[in-house]
């Protein structure tokens, strides 16, 4: 009973997930690589088990959740780990379990800090990296114009022993 009202939770997540007028394919998946089809597990996890609360089955609601951060953590993804956790948090609010919802909250909060310092960090390195290279830019400009300069000096100077 459980497996048949994921499967077909999961059927409606695709429905919902895709376009109009776009149908749900198997082939669909061949083309796409593994962490991409893991991602979009996890996702469908997740929109599983919040149908599943609104369902009243709570456990299997849980469980989907569960699956979906053990496949996150199983990528090594923190971005997926993180959005899983606030899944978790949630279901386990609406489930009336305040403590593991406030545990898992935590968790997500602690991912989400490391993503943003990850991604601060990113930006930094990128300005300094912009900042580094306008330098050079500038350093190449005065190279030229200084090589200008002397071509115009010597140019002068042919000039005036030649005229002389």
């Known amino acids: 009973m459980k497996k048949n009202l994921i499967t077909s939770l999961i059927i409606l997540a695709?429905?919902?997930?895709?376009?109009?007028?776009?149908?749900?394919?198997?082939?669909?998946?061949?083309?796409?690589?593994?962490?991409?089809?893991?991602?979009?597990?996890?996702?469908?996890?997740?929109?599983?088990?919040?149908?599943?609360?609104?369902?009243?089955?709570?456990?299997t609601g849980i469980e989907c959740v569960r699956?979906?951060?053990?496949?996150?953590?199983?990528?090594?993804?923190?971005?997926?780990?993180?959005?899983?956790?606030?899944?978790?948090?949630?279901?386990?609010?609406?489930?009336?379990?305040?403590?593991?919802?406030?545990?898992y909250y935590k968790h997500f909060n602690s991912l989400d800090d490391q993503i943003q310092k990850k991604q601060n960090l990113k930006k930094k390195q990128e300005i300094e990296n912009n900042r580094l290279l306008l330098i050079k830019e500038q350093q190449i400009q005065l190279l030229k114009k200084d090589r200008q300069l002397q071509e115009t000096a010597i140019k002068q100077q042919q000039t005036v022993t030649h005229s002389l």
């Open 67 to 103: 699956m979906a951060i053990d496949t996150a953590e199983n990528l090594n993804s923190k971005e997926l780990q993180r959005d899983a956790c606030l899944a978790m948090s949630e279901v386990l609010e609406k489930t009336n379990r305040p403590a593991e919802a406030l545990h």
């Open 14 to 59: 695709l429905a919902l997930s895709f376009p109009p007028g776009v149908a749900f394919s198997h082939k669909m998946n061949e083309g796409t690589n593994t962490k991409k089809k893991s991602e979009m597990e996890i996702r469908l996890l997740t929109l599983t088990a919040r149908f599943c609360i609104l369902l009243g089955q709570h456990q």
